[in-house]
């Protein structure tokens, strides 16, 4: 541990005592002059100038990325809805393997803006139909044309969705169809 010395002006606890400093290992630390015991002041990972919150918390100023990387969630279709939780991911997987009469978005994350990716992959064996109009948060297409997915087996249509009014509606977008 380092002790710092160069503390102007020299601060003076109770009885004219000394307040001393140091940087520990995790906190910067404090004891009275003739004291044997150091006391923890702050952690030295909250002092940390740009330290972005691990969890939750707000960072403010310039964020550099080289890489991101995604965890593709596999949608579960019960009784004809697809699942989107997106307290999974962001980026979903829907194979048509049954029709799929509507979709249930849950689990928004607390925020203003909302987005997800969504894979839909047609079955491999029958052509099987996609209804969007049954979600029970209302998705806005362009024009109102709502598109059709891909009928073509195997082949992948790629969607993506966002939401600025904290998940009271989303707007729809095509990325691409028939991959």
Do not use: C
């Not at 990325?65 to 009784?79: A, G, K, M, Q, S």
């Not at 049954?98 to 928004?108: K, S, T």
């Not at 099987?128 to 024009?143: E, Q």
């Amino acid at each position: 541990m380092r002790q710092l010395t160069t503390l102007k002006p020299r601060f003076r606890g109770p009885a004219g005592k000394e307040v001393l400093l140091q940087a520990g290992l995790t906190h910067l630390q404090w004891m009275l002059q003739g004291d044997s015991t150091w006391q923890n002041l702050a952690s030295l990972d909250d002092l940390a100038p740009g330290k972005m919150p691990v969890s939750g918390g707000i960072f403010t100023g310039n964020i550099q990325v080289r890489n991101v990387v995604e965890t593709l969630v596999e949608v579960i279709i019960y009784d004809g809805t697809a699942v989107i939780d997106l307290s999974q991911g962001s980026v979903f997987n829907l194979i048509l393997s049954e029709n799929v009469i509507g979709f249930n978005i849950n689990a928004l994350p607390a925020g203003d803006v909302n987005a997800f990716t969504l894979l839909v992959t047609q079955n491999n064996t029958e052509a099987k139909t996609l209804d969007w109009a049954g979600s029970n948060i209302p998705i806005k297409w362009p024009d109102n044309a709502t598109p059709l997915v891909t009928t073509t087996l195997d082949k992948v249509d790629v969607f993506s969705f966002m939401s600025i009014d904290q998940g009271d509606s989303f707007f729809g977008f095509v990325g691409g169809q028939a991959y």
